[in-house]
C-alpha cells in the first residue's frame, strides 16, 4: 500500500446480498470512494466466486461472519418485524398478510406466535422499548466483539451498508455502534420503506433514492430525525462502460437481430408461482396471428433462485428464449447469497436497451426498462383456477404505496385482461413513442436523474457526516 493510502481515513463497506455487489462492487462506487478513502469491503461473496471481486487499489476484502442465533434476539427481531407492520398497518400491509408464510412447519407456528404477541402490545411507545432490549440482546452476539476488534485494528472511522435489512449487517454495524463509529445504510430498493418489516439494524444514518422516500421514513419512522436522511439518488439503473453491440447481445441468447423483440421480466417463485401463465398468453396470441409473427419471446426469470417455472413451457413453445440470469444459487452452507456473475450485468443491460417493449408484474424492472425510454407493460390482472395453486393473484398489490405511484403515473399500460394485454402489445409495438413524456417523468421521480451522481453524493454524504462526528 502507498503512502497516500496508508494516510486516508479507513471505510467499512458492508455488502451483504447480490443486489449489493451488482450496484457497489461492479460498479463505480468504489472508484469513487478510493479518491478519499481506505475501503475495507465486508462481503458475503462464496469461497469459489472470490474472482468475481474486481482487484481496486485502496480496496480490500473481508468475508462477512455468519451471525450466531440467539434465540431470545431472533424472537424478539420478529416481535419487531410484525408490531411495525401492525402500527403501520396499510391497505398494502392488509394485502400482504395474505401471503403464506413460508418455511418449516416449526419456523411457520414460531412467526405466527410472534406474529399474535406483537398484536397485542403494538404501539409507538413499545416498539421504542421493545428496539432497546433487542440492542442489548444482539449486542451479546459473539461476532460483535470479534468486529470491534477488528474495526480498531483497521482503524475505521464510518461503516455504511448497501442494505439496511440483511442480518449479516448486523453485527458490523452494532460493533460499530459501541466503538462509536458512525453507521449509514442506503435503503436498497424502492418499496423498502413502505412495504418491508421494521429496519431493526440500528443505523445511524440513511441515504435514500429520493424526496418521496425521505418523507416515508418521516412516516413510518418518526423517531428518526429528517436531518439524518439524506436524498442521494440510487446508482441501481447505471448502465456500463462498454454496453453489448445489439447484434452482440442477440448472437449471445440466440435472439435474430433483425426481428424485434417482447422481454418478460418475472417475480420470485414464492410470490408468484403461476407467473409463467402470462407468458404462455403471450406467445399462443403470436401463434395465432394476434400479435405480428415476427415478434420473438424472451423471458428473464428471477435471478438467484432455482427456477423451473418455464421448463415445461419451453417444451411446448420452442421459440421462446429463457435468458436465465447468470447468478450463483442460494448457498446455506456458507451463509453466502446469491450473487451475480460480472458479464450478467451486460445481458440485463442489454435485454432493458434493445427490447421493443418489456411486460413485468409491476416490478423496479419497469424502471429498468423506462430509463431507455422503451414502453412497459404491467400485468394486471388476475387468472383464477377451481385448484388456488393454480391461480395468480395480481390485483391486490395495487394496494401497496410503491405500486400506486406506478399506476397514478399513466407511464406503463395496465393489461386488465388476456385481450386488454394482446391490444397493449399491439399498440406499444406500433408507437414506441407513446406516453414518452409520463416515462421520463416517472424516471425523473424515482431517481430524481441522480443516476449517474448517486455515488458521488453517497461519497459526499460518508464526508459530510465524518466531519460532523470528529
Not at 38 to 51: G, T, Y
Not at 416 to 422: E, H, M, Q, R
Request: proline letters at 6%; charged letters at 25%.
Amino acid at each position: 500500500m502507498s503512502k497516500n493510502l496508508q494516510n486516508l481515513p479507513a471505510l467499512a463497506i458492508i455488502v451483504p446480498d447480490g443486489v449489493g455487489v451488482k450496484d457497489f462492487i461492479y460498479g463505480k462506487f468504489c472508484h469513487e470512494l478510493v479518491k478519499n478513502y481506505k475501503l475495507h469491503i465486508f462481503h458475503a461473496v462464496s469461497p469459489e466466486h472470490l474472482d468475481f471481486l474486481p482487484t481496486i487499489e485502496g480496496v480490500q476484502y473481508h468475508k462477512l461472519l455468519k451471525p450466531s442465533r440467539n434465540f431470545l434476539e431472533y424472537f424478539i427481531g420478529q416481535v419487531l418485524f410484525f408490531m411495525h407492520i401492525h402500527e403501520n398497518y396499510t391497505p398494502g400491509r392488509k394485502f400482504q398478510n395474505t401471503f403464506k408464510l413460508q418455511g418449516s412447519r416449526h419456523s411457520v407456528i414460531f412467526r405466527r406466535f410472534c406474529d399474535y404477541a406483537s398484536k397485542l402490545f403494538a404501539s409507538r411507545n413499545n416498539l421504542k422499548r421493545l428496539d432497546n432490549l433487542y440492542y442489548k440482546c444482539a449486542k451479546q452476539l459473539p461476532e460483535v466483539k470479534l468486529y470491534q476488534k477488528l474495526f480498531k485494528e483497521l482503524k475505521i472511522e464510518a461503516l455504511f451498508s448497501t442494505h439496511q435489512r440483511p442480518r449479516m449487517a448486523l453485527p458490523p454495524t452494532l460493533a460499530a455502534r459501541e466503538n462509536n463509529i458512525p453507521a449509514i445504510s442506503f435503503i436498497s430498493s424502492w418499496d423498502n420503506v413502505s412495504s418491508k418489516g421494521r429496519i431493526i439494524i440500528p443505523f445511524d444514518y440513511f441515504c435514500v433514492w429520493n424526496h418521496h422516500m425521505a418523507t416515508e421514513m418521516q412516516r413510518f419512522y418518526p423517531d428518526i430525525p429528517s436531518s439524518k436522511v439524506f436524498v442521494t439518488g440510487t446508482n441501481h439503473f447505471a448502465s456500463p462502460d462498454k454496453p453489448l453491440s445489439r447484434e452482440v447481445f442477440c448472437d449471445k441468447i440466440g435472439l435474430d437481430k433483425n426481428r424485434p423483440f417482447i422481454y418478460i421480466s418475472t417475480g420470485r417463485p414464492s410470490l408468484l408461482p403461476k407467473e409463467h401463465i402470462y407468458t404462455k398468453i403471450v406467445l399462443d396470441a403470436i401463434r395465432q396471428g394476434l400479435v405480428d409473427s415476427k415478434v420473438q419471446v424472451v423471458v428473464r426469470p428471477s435471478p438467484g433462485h432455482r427456477e423451473e417455472r418455464f421448463d415445461n413451457l419451453m417444451a411446448e413453445y420452442p421459440e421462446l428464449i429463457v435468458a436465465r440470469p447468470k447468478w450463483t444459487q442460494n448457498q446455506a452452507p456458507h451463509y453466502a447469497p446469491a450473487t451475480p456473475y460480472p458479464e450478467d450485468l451486460l445481458i440485463l443491460d442489454a435485454l432493458n436497451r434493445y427490447c421493443n417493449l418489456n411486460i413485468n408484474t409491476l416490478s423496479t424492472m419497469t424502471l429498468d426498462v423506462a430509463i431507455f425510454d422503451n414502453p412497459v407493460i404491467n400485468f394486471f390482472f388476475d387468472i383464477v383456477n377451481e385448484d388456488e395453486s393454480k391461480s395468480i393473484r395480481m390485483l391486490g398489490f395495487a394496494n401497496m404505496d410503491h405500486i400506486q405511484l406506478i399506476i397514478n403515473s399513466n407511464a406503463t399500460k395496465l393489461a386488465t385482461s388476456p385481450k386488454n394485454l394482446i391490444e397493449a402489445i399491439n399498440i406499444y409495438l406500433k408507437d414506441k413513442t407513446l406516453h414518452r413524456q409520463e416515462r421520463r417523468e416517472m424516471v425523473s421521480f424515482h431517481t430524481e436523474d441522480m443516476v449517474d451522481s448517486a455515488n458521488a453524493n453517497i461519497a459526499n454524504v460518508i464526508t459530510k457526516i465524518l466531519q460532523k462526528s470528529k
